[in-house]
């Protein structure tokens, strides 16, 4: 996702101008639309500006994409297939005869989960008598991926976020297949890995 941030001093904030009150957020999955509404704050004011922060930022940064939005809504569009935590505020503005902005509103958050997760990339597994040692590896940013399904054959094995080797015991004679998929909390899964085979004798 393309991102447009803009750094604000600190002096430039005032408490002259009333501060925008009723920050409310609804989130549109099927067109990725976080909708941003807010209260009036008084007829001095010549626009808004949007603060934002994600999860992997420690500071909110002024959205100048959004320029000054000049109704008291904002459709933020997320392009990102990734899921991630997005929190929002918004500031009164003057631009009449210097510019001053007012303190935050209320902050507002909303989790946008995943639509895409990347595909699990399995080694070649280590094989011990009737015991099988399968390792991966896997990269992701996504704030809602929850772990992985490794599949023997037709059997499901759920295996933590964290864990990027899992071993199976117990393996009945013949050939197996083995792959994995990574999924999130609203169930979300990628594409089956590569095939990867087990010869137990």
């Given at each position: 996702?393309?991102?447009?941030?803009?750094?604000?001093?600190?002096?430039?904030?005032?408490?002259?101008?009333?501060?925008?009150?009723?920050?409310v957020v609804e989130f549109d999955n099927e067109e990725r639309?976080?909708?941003?509404?807010?209260?009036?704050?008084?007829?001095?004011?010549a626009g808004y500006n949007l603060f934002v922060k994600t999860g992997s930022q420690d500071k909110y940064y002024l959205w100048g994409k959004a320029g000054l939005i000049y109704q008291t809504k904002y459709d933020y569009k997320?392009?990102?297939?990734i899921g991630q935590h997005y929190e929002f505020k918004v500031c009164a503005v003057q631009n009449f005869p210097d510019v001053i902005r007012s303190e935050f509103s209320n902050i507002v958050a909303v989790d946008v989960?995943?639509?895409?997760?990347?595909?699990?990339?399995?080694?070649?597994?280590?094989?011990?008598?009737?015991?099988?040692?399968?390792?991966?590896?896997?990269?992701?940013t996504a704030a809602d991926f929850q772990g992985f399904i490794l599949y023997l054959d037709e059997e499901e094995l759920k295996v933590k976020k964290e864990e990027r080797e899992y071993v199976i015991n117990d393996i009945s004679s013949g050939k197996h297949i083995v792959q994995i998929v990574a999924y999130t909390e609203s169930g979300l899964r990628s594409r089956m890995s590569n095939k990867k085979f087990i010869q137990i004798k």
């Open positions: 996702m393309i991102c447009v941030y803009a750094f604000l001093p600190l002096t430039s904030f005032s408490q002259i101008l009333n501060s925008p009150t009723g920050l639309i976080v909708r941003l509404t807010w209260d009036y704050a008084d007829s001095t004011v997320i392009l990102s297939q989960p995943s639509q895409h997760l990347s595909m699990v990339n399995i080694n070649n597994p280590r094989v011990k008598k009737n015991t099988a040692t399968i390792s991966w590896t896997y990269s992701t």
